[in-house]
Each structure stands twice: as structure tokens, then as C-alpha cells.
């Protein structure tokens, strides 16, 4: 019995020793994995302040900081390990001034403002996470609580022209109909009132000189006064007046963000759609427009299990 114990106390502090090695080399590993992301704005508002500290709670082992964009030096300056996350767009008007710089993650820009900065190229380095719902999701979500409409209504002007022809390619392969009217002066109401008169549905792009609260008034009240409904362009229009749209929020952006910063940034997308979303609706306008009530929560969840990401 002496013997046997003998044997296995030095086996019992051979795993121990190799368990501390292991552990030590681990932690050793965590720290040296600690990733340097810093957020960056023009402006440190308490909203900002919040998105800071639930970013650094998700990643406790990250050093997560804000720096207000006055404070900060030529992108070029910056380190190149550092991961650089732009908050507004005049953190993208400072950090387009180099090529030079960190990765950088630019939160919640449309398709519109990247288009009028950046035109139809892309800087390296940079990874645009789009705020606009896709159009594809957008027609998704007609079809799931409007599936007779087939004739889809769609307003532009200049600025988001340049949406039609993917709008009509996506709308085409889902048997849709894409119904377009250009709206350059807002206070002609002429160009709406045709469109509705040809539509099944309204989908608003996101737009703002033509979808704002100078307009809001009388896109929904003739599109009610129509009895068309307007899906879109955002999660404020659906408060306001429209029937529903896709939209993602600060959670959603939160686990976004984490999924992408567990990544190195050479795998970072050269552009994103969130895949984390949710969908709003307006149960009051769904009413009046003898809509059955929409189950927000499975339809959200219909519309993801519909979609495939890489």
C-alpha cells in the first residue's frame, strides 16, 4: 500500500505542475490576445458614454475607450494595431483624410451617405456597417404581412437614383413589381399622389430629403387617405405613421460589433448588412387598414431563417 502510494504522489505533482504551466500560458495568451479599441465622434453625449461602457462589459478583457475626434491625431498617427470604431460621420470626413491608419469599423452609415463621400469606391481599411434595412429584407417583410401586394411604390430623387437598379433586380427574382417616381421637389405632391394611385404598397428608402418630418405629414395621410401602406424606411417613420419596417438596434449593434471584434480585421467585411435585426410595427395603422395584427417577434425570426450569411 506504501509503495502504490508512493508511485502515484509524484504522478499527482507532475499534472499539477503541468496544469499550472498551462494555466499560466493561457492567461499569458488572454492578455496578449487584449485587443486596443477605440471609439471615436464628434460629440461624448450620454448615449455615447452608455454605448462605450456596454461595449467594454461584453469585451472585459479589451481595452475599450472613448476619445472625442478633436483630441485625436492624423489617422496615419495612430497605431496599427489599434482598432478604430467611427461614430458619426465627421469621425469618416477625419479619418478619410489618409489611406494611412488602423482598421476601422465605420457604425452606421447608409447606403446614401457613403455613396455621396465615397462615391461608387471604397477606401482599404475601411468596413462600412450599414444602417439602412436591406432592400431585400425590406421586400421580404412585404411579402410576409402584404402577400397580395405585387406592385411595389417607391420614390427617389438624385441622391438614391442609385438604388433602382439593385431594387429592381432583387424585386424581379420574387416576382415583384417595381412602380418608380421621382420626387425632386417635396412640396409638389403631384409625383406621390400618381405613385399611390399605381402602387399596392409604398417602400421608403432611406432618404432623408424625401422621407423627414417636413414630409412625414403628407406621405401618411395620402398614403392613409389611399389606403396604401408604407413600409419603411426606419423604425421612426413606423411611430409616426407607416405600417412597419425592419430595423437594428443598440443591442443588436452590440453583438454585431462583438462577433467582428473577435475577428482579426484582415477578416473584416469590406462592407455589412447587419444580421442581427428586429421589426416594428404600428398595430393602430395595421387596424385601419383592415391588416390582421402582425406578430412582430415571428416575423422577425421568419425573415432571418429566410436569410443566409456567410
Known sequence: MRLGTANKTPGLVHWLAGA????TAWLHGVAVQ????LLTGAEESPGVQAFVQALSELRPTDNVRFQPLASLPAPGRLPSNLRLILLDLPSLDWRLQESQGPATLVLRISRLQARQRLGAAQPPRLSLLWS???????LQLIRRILPQAR???VLFDHHSEFLLKELGLTAQSMNLQIISQRW???QDSRPLQTLLRNSDVLLGLDDPDL???KTAKNLLLSSYTRQVALIGPNASFVRAGSLASTYTDQKDWLAILDKLLDQPPANWPRALYPDHFKVSTNAQVAHSLSIEPINAVSVARQLAEGESHP
Open 151 to 153: 406592385r411595389i411604390g
Open 211 to 213: 422621407y423627414n418630418p
Open 34 to 37: 487584449a485587443a486596443d479599441i
Open 20 to 23: 499550472c504551466l498551462f494555466l
Open 132 to 138: 439602412d434595412p436591406p432592400l431585400s429584407r425590406q
Open 184 to 186: 425632386e421637389d417635396t
